[in-house]
């Protein structure tokens, strides 16, 4: 999984973080979650703000 994956990693997010807010997570920890994935794999560095909300909002999408 690489950071442009957005919806496939918003539905890991969803499967591993079910009970959580998406708008409750700082993307400081929303940035650690997603490098932890299982199937990601991609530079560390890359995961900057933009992307960080495209994620939180496609989470957020997940999980209604």
Known sequence: MQWSDIHEIAAA??????DIAPLSVRFTDLHN????L???DDDH???GEKVLEAIQMAWI???K
Do not use: Q, Y
């Open 61 to 63: 999408a997940e999980a």
């Open 45 to 47: 560095k890359r995961g």
């Open 33 to 36: 979650w997603v490098v932890n």
């Open 38 to 40: 299982d199937d990601f």
């Open 13 to 18: 997010l969803h499967d591993k973080h079910p």
